[in-house]
């Protein structure tokens, strides 16, 4: 698929992933476009997180292939994804506990700038305090930027891991379930920082998500996988009015 001639950011041939005689991915395709937010839903147990961690080199998909701006990027390292552009959120916190909240978007973003020697004779923050300002401005944490991460709330280190995720700038973001743990008062909030960030920044996202509410609100388009599957594509309101996909949920 190809918006106005555009190359595809992220596409995603054919990934197969079986564990013994479970079939957790069983050819699922896809493609993100340029400035696209996708959503990838689905009953627990249908490949999701299988299906990002063969995206992001986490696990190694059995067959497929995956291509990052026509690039194949199968076999990459996480950090070589990283350093390519494509960033990531997990389901489990990945923060620096001891190290404030400024501290950790500026540790995100040093691995990607500059050389190995102009990180050496660089300022220690590699002038990147500004680009952490800017963040902690957008995510409304100006109040905590100081305190060691490890003693803000659980919804504060969510953000935190957001924050860090968009750090370098990434063109391609995958995020693992945002809103699992948020404050429900949060959510929405939430959402309209997404939003913000797609627009400010241009780039492009995938988003794992429960939350049907924020799912169908936020995202462009939704892949929805069943049993290792896609099932169906579309935009929000034809997936909720896609009869399989209701049955597979009430399924459930």
Not at 125 to 153: C, Q, T, W, Y
Not at 172 to 197: F, I, K, M, T, Y
Request: with cysteine.
């Amino acid at each position: 698929q190809r918006r106005g001639g555009s190359m595809s950011i992220l596409s995603v041939h054919d990934i197969k992933k079986s564990y013994g005689a479970i079939q957790a991915v069983s050819g699922v395709s896809f493609n993100v476009e340029p400035g696209e937010i996708l959503g990838v839903i689905g009953p627990n147990g249908s490949g999701k997180t299988t299906l990002f961690n063969s995206i992001l080199g986490q696990i190694k998909p059995d067959s497929g292939r995956v291509e990052f701006e026509g690039v194949g990027i199968s076999g990459n390292s996480p950090l070589e994804m990283s350093r390519l552009g494509i960033g990531r959120t997990f389901q489990n916190l990945q923060v620096f506990g001891k190290l404030s909240l400024r501290d950790n978007l500026i540790a995100a973003a040093q691995e990607f700038h500059g050389t190995f020697w102009g990180r050496m004779f660089a300022p220690p923050d590699n002038g990147l305090r500004e680009r952490a300002d800017e963040m902690i401005e957008m995510f409304r944490l100006k109040h905590v930027a100081d305190l060691p991460a490890g003693s803000l709330s659980y919804g504060q280190q969510k953000l935190v891991d957001i924050a860090m995720a968009f750090m370098p700038a990434p063109r391609l973001v995958l995020l693992d379930e945002p809103c699992a743990g948020v404050n429900p008062s949060l959510v929405e909030g939430l959402r309209e920082l997404l939003v913000e960030l797609n627009k400010k920044q241009g780039g492009s996202f995938v988003v794992i998500e429960h939350n049907m509410d924020f799912v169908m609100k936020l995202c462009h388009r939704i892949v929805c996988m069943v049993e290792g599957k896609v099932l169906a594509v579309g935009k929000p309101e034809e997936i909720q009015n896609n009869r399989e996909v209701l049955e597979a949920y009430l399924g459930n």
